[in-house]
């Protein structure tokens, strides 16, 4: 596939992309519990991640691109969100929720720095 948008060459959106297959790993497993609504709810949220990236990507403005990252770094915290509350009911085990709690904690840091640096 080509990279002809441009956002597919941007790190953050790789890592966003890579952490949102990981996530849909999980929501999977919660398929096999029947918890499809908690399901849904994680896919979206971290598809969101890059979705923001993405879109903000076209945008004819740096500050309105700073916007989408914002939105970004807002499904982060509801991704995370969402895993230590299955981690503190059971749901997922520290083992398999920590690691990505981790991760998206270092995107985005990520985002923040690369957001700063587009208001230069």
């Not at 029947?34 to 076209?58: H, K, M, P, T, V």
């Amino acid at each position: 596939m080509s990279n002809q948008f441009g956002f597919e060459d941007l790190q953050i959106w790789r890592r966003a992309a890579q952490a949102a297959i990981r996530m849909f790993d999980l929501a999977d497993g919660l398929d096999k519990k029947r918890l499809y609504r908690f399901a849904e709810q994680l896919r979206g949220a971290a598809l969101s991640i890059s979705n923001n990236i993405a879109e903000g990507a076209g945008s004819v403005s740096k500050a309105e691109f700073r916007q989408f990252l914002n939105f970004a770094r807002r499904s982060i915290f509801e991704t995370a969100n969402m895993l230590i509350i299955f981690e503190m009911k059971a749901i997922f085990d520290g083992a398999s929720a920590r690691p990505l709690v981790t991760e998206l904690e270092e995107l985005s840091r990520m985002i923040t720095a690369f957001s700063r640096s587009l208001e230069k």
